[in-house]
């Protein structure tokens, strides 16, 4: 447990984080991981729900963000500690309407370093419905000059969603390889398809410097031209290159299956391999989540994984087999 009143990290006494869930992690320029979180909750926190009638006292904050500078996954992930708004208590980097239908939260979906800044995508939710199905308003990039503390909305960055809410870029990973930040996209909820798009480094806040995989080549234009790279149904991406398999992993939250799984590919478009499971929701009830720790290695995969009824994230670690048919987490 790397959240909660008894994780190792103690989150509840120290910094005021009883509940929360995702735990998207990226490095930063000097290698420490940055874990953003998404809907946080404090002491007085009555369990999932009990928020909306009483954001107050349930000390709603729709995102945070924890440091650690641990790169040895294989012992779990002591945080150095949660960027602050005042001693012990996490602060809210992106503030939220907390209004059902209008805006009901701000959940990140990705995060890159480029040159020192840190950059977060993240999804503004406009309503949740039955569970793995909601709307969002437009997905949005914020980024941060001083280590996470205050963070930058750049409208200009956002993507409104659609009248029918089936934009492909709503909820975005992001990875970054060869001068390239790769941005992967889904559309609201978990039963749609992933896309691909891709800016240079230095332009990923204009819109307009971004290609679309089509199918065949990448091309300029509006995010519409995109093809699937996997169909749906997928949830909660996570994607990065691995330098020591030489090869891509993706990872995502496969709701009809109640599975987490990963899949390999030697280009960020595909194809992609059969999707292993890594952990599944016989074993860990209400699971979902499913964000790959940037120092695993090889066939040593770790990952944030969250459990609804708990709703607090765990570092898990499954082995790729040789085979690469099947994987367990444990």
Do not use: C
């Not at 602060?91 to 840190?118: A, F």
């Not at 020591?244 to 299956?257: A, G, I, N």
């Amino acid at each position: 447990m790397l959240t909660g009143a008894e994780s190792l990290n103690a989150t509840e006494a120290r910094y005021q984080v009883k509940g929360t869930d995702l735990g998207i992690m990226w490095t930063d320029e000097r290698g420490q991981v940055l874990a953003a979180f998404g809907d946080t909750f404090g002491s007085g926190w009555a369990g999932p729900g009990s928020e909306v009638s009483d954001p107050a006292a349930s000390d709603w904050r729709s995102n945070t963000l924890a440091r650690s500078s641990d790169h040895n996954p294989a012992d779990g992930m002591p945080f150095t500690d949660f960027v602050t708004d005042r001693p012990g208590h996490a602060k809210e980097l992106l503030p939220s309407l907390k209004q059902d239908n209008v805006e009901i939260t701000k959940i990140p979906t990705g995060g890159v370093n480029v040159g020192g800044r840190n950059y977060l995508a993240y999804m503004s939710v406009r309503h949740f419905g039955q569970p793995g199905q909601w709307t969002t308003n437009y997905s949005g990039i914020a980024y941060s000059d001083d280590n996470g503390q205050t963070w930058v909305n750049v409208p200009g960055a956002g993507r409104p969603n659609t009248p029918e809410f089936d934009d492909k870029f709503q909820m975005i990973a992001f990875a970054r390889r060869d001068g390239f930040i790769y941005a992967f996209g889904t559309p609201n909820g978990r039963s749609g398809a992933a896309y691909a798009a891709r800016v240079p480094e230095q332009r990923l806040l204009d819109l307009s410097a971004y290609e679309y995989w089509t199918g065949t080549a990448w091309q300029r234009g509006a995010s519409a031209i995109a093809a699937p790279i996997i169909a749906g149904p997928v949830g909660e991406l996570s994607v990065r290159y691995d330098q020591t398999l030489h090869s891509w992993e993706m990872m995502y939250f496969d709701q009809p299956r109640g599975a987490i799984v990963v899949r390999l590919a030697q280009q960020p478009t595909g194809p992609w391999s059969n999707p292993m499971p890594v952990a599944s929701s016989e074993q860990y009830p209400t699971l979902y989540g499913g964000f790959i720790d940037p120092y695993s290695h090889g066939s040593d995969i770790y990952f944030t994984m969250t459990q609804y009824d708990r709703y607090n994230v765990s570092l898990m670690h499954a082995t790729l087999p040789a085979s690469q048919n099947n994987a367990r987490a444990h």
